[in-house]
């Protein structure tokens, strides 16, 4: 192994003692929406988005208009 791959390794071993092994959780259970403000706001904000596809295949998202500040955006 090289020696950037065994101070990965030595990082994350540390961090597992530290904090314990990661959950991952039950990947057979759905996704559980909440519905709530957040989740609204956003759902509308992504209506402004068109996904267009280019010519080798790869796939990026347009503004489909200026809605101007949104709910979600923080950077006001």
């Known amino acids: 192994?090289?020696?950037k791959l065994e101070g990965f390794q030595h990082v994350t071993e540390r961090l597992q003692s530290v904090f314990g092994p990661a959950t991952h959780g039950d990947?057979?259970?759905p996704v559980v929406h909440k519905h709530d403000e957040f989740e609204?706001?956003?759902e509308a904000d992504l209506k402004n988005f068109d996904v267009e596809t280019d010519s080798e295949g790869?796939?990026?998202?347009?503004?489909?208009n200026d809605p101007?500040?949104?709910t979600t955006d923080y950077s006001l």
């Open 27 to 29: 990947t057979d259970t």
């Open 1 to 3: 192994m090289g020696r």
């Open 58 to 64: 790869h796939h990026y998202a347009v503004r489909n």
């Open 40 to 42: 609204t706001a956003s």
């Open 68 to 70: 101007g500040p949104t």
